[in-house]
């Protein structure tokens, strides 16, 4: 079964610094990957998708690679701002029955002013 | 606006009752799914359908029920038999026809169990 992984689970910046996120998943059999954002108490805002034949995808100050045969992505954030503070899940389709998707526990952002 | 609706935003449930969650969407996806959160977990899905009149389990569908008479909406009910129904639920949805396609959410259900 697969199994997603995201380090650090929480993470505290400054404002204005770079920063990188992690997420690592067991079985290399996906589809693609998608990056969320999920403010407290609220639902899942996709950031953004890669295909499993791509290596990177960019939105604005985001920018997410995929490495699927070491089963790795990161979420690089740039000139982190206090409103990017939130908690960032990764998640994988996966091939096999019902092409699921799997989710990571989140990695909790916090961009001190 | 397209997107998903979920409601109610609060729920509160008595021990041995029956609760239903209600998820509409106006994207004209085929494919729907319920997932579960809960405090350090990640999400962990419950049901989903990829065509109207068909759902399959996920991996934590003890206790749990649905029901996909429209395209636009895949109801939730959660059963006296779920032991621990406490948590946040949240639905999506994805065109079908094709595995590469964006997951959207809506923006959730907790239920607490009194």
């Known amino acids: 079964k697969q199994e997603v992984t995201q380090i650090p689970a929480a993470l505290s910046v400054p404002e204005g610094e770079n920063l990188v996120l992690n997420c690592s998943f067991t079985d290399s059999a996906i589809y693609n990957l998608q990056w969320f954002r999920q403010d407290p108490g609220k639902g899942l805002t996709s950031l953004l998708l890669i295909q499993s034949s791509q290596r990177e995808q960019t939105s604005g100050r985001l920018n997410a690679s995929l490495d699927k045969s070491s089963g790795r992505s990161t979420l690089y954030i740039a000139a982190s701002q206090p409103g990017d503070s939130a908690t960032y899940l990764c998640a994988v389709r996966t091939r096999g029955t019902g092409n699921q998707f799997y989710f990571g526990t989140g990695t909790s952002l916090t961009v001190i002013p | ?53 068909d759902f399959q389990k996920g991996d934590i569908a003890e206790g749990y029920s649905v029901s996909r008479e429209k395209k636009e909406s895949f109801p939730l009910t959660v059963t006296s038999a779920q032991k621990n129904p406490t948590a946040f639920y949240l639905c999506a949805s994805t065109l079908a026809g094709g595995v590469t396609n964006e997951q959207f959410f809506g923006p959730g259900t907790r239920l607490t169990v009194l």
């Open chain 2, 1 to 53: 606006d397209g997107g998903i609706t979920q409601s109610p935003k609060y729920l509160f449930r008595k021990e041995g009752q029956n609760v239903t969650l209600s998820c509409e969407q106006n994207l004209n996806h085929d494919a729907m799914y319920w997932y579960r959160q809960d405090p350090g977990q990640g999400l962990r899905l419950i049901y989903y359908s990829q065509i109207v009149n």
